[in-house]
């Protein structure tokens, strides 16, 4: 199993952002997805999650301005990120657990059996 997180960058606060996780050698309609942040010194953050045929859920701090989503056909997840800023800056990680999650674990990194390789976010102006 691989995954490949891409789409990550420098942007202005205000900014949007679309990270894109591609996936190998699981199925993703199945899988508990998620997108993780961690910038130095602080423990990787959970920011979005999604189980399959569930609704999303968000950490509270990107509510209203982060989406994730999945495009099972592609076996590919996205994390669209609008309205980013300064304190969003961190290295974002694509997760993935082949099954359902329950409430309790899936915003617990270590829930996830698999792992892409981080891409690196910066808001600044």
């Known amino acids: 199993v691989q995954l490949q997180a891409s789409g990550g960058g420098l942007v202005q606060p205000g900014g949007s952002l679309r990270l894109t996780c591609a996936v190998s050698g699981l199925r993703l309609d199945s899988a508990t997805i998620g997108w993780f942040r961690r910038v130095p010194g602080m423990e990787r953050e959970g920011v979005a999650t999604?189980?399959?045929?569930?609704?999303?859920s968000y950490v509270d701090s990107v509510k209203g301005r982060f989406a994730i989503s999945r495009d099972n056909a592609k076996n590919t997840f996205y994390l669209q990120m609008n309205n980013l800023k300064p304190e969003d800056t961190a290295v974002y990680y694509c997760?993935?657990?082949?099954?359902?999650?329950?409430?309790?674990?899936?915003?617990?990194?270590?829930?996830?059996?698999?792992w892409g390789q981080g891409t690196e976010v910066t808001v600044s102006s």
């Open positions: 997760a993935a657990y082949a099954g359902r999650l329950i409430t309790s674990a899936k915003w617990n990194p270590a829930s996830y059996t698999y």
């Open positions: 999604s189980r399959p045929f569930e609704a999303s």
